[in-house]
């Protein structure tokens, strides 16, 4: 499913992570928790200078936006390329933010570099 066909979750479900956002980022609130609802998210991570390398992203879906939640990326269908991750679910929403921003510039699904620096636990 393309990012531009995400419905956007309920109002009563978005309210909960107002306070945690500001700005541009809480107008795409109600499309970001549609998209986290969803509990995956298919894309692709460009490669400078190469080719990009698709993924599933795939997530535990909770309702509190201070639960942890299990993040999941497996690259190019392959087992020996999957990564995981836990952080707070108004944490991940900020990504998929993020996520939603950059698709809408590029047209591709992909993370934020930060996103990926966590994931592979690189320090900044």
Request: aromatic share 12%.
């Amino acid at each position: 499913m393309s990012l531009d066909q995400i419905k956007p979750a309920a109002k009563a479900d978005a309210m909960m992570y107002v306070p945690y956002f500001q700005g541009q980022k809480r107008q795409l609130l109600p499309i970001a928790i549609g998209l986290y609802q969803q509990g995956s998210l298919e894309g692709e991570r460009s490669i400078e200078g190469g080719e990009s390398i698709p993924f599933v992203a795939t997530w535990y879906v909770s309702k509190l936006p201070a639960d942890l939640t299990l993040c999941r990326l497996q690259f190019d269908g392959n087992a020996e390329l999957s990564y995981e991750m836990n952080m707070q679910n108004s944490e991940f929403v900020d990504y998929l933010i993020e996520a939603i921003m950059s698709y809408r510039r590029t047209r591709i699904a992909d993370f934020s570099r930060a996103f990926y620096r966590k994931l592979l636990r690189i320090e900044e």
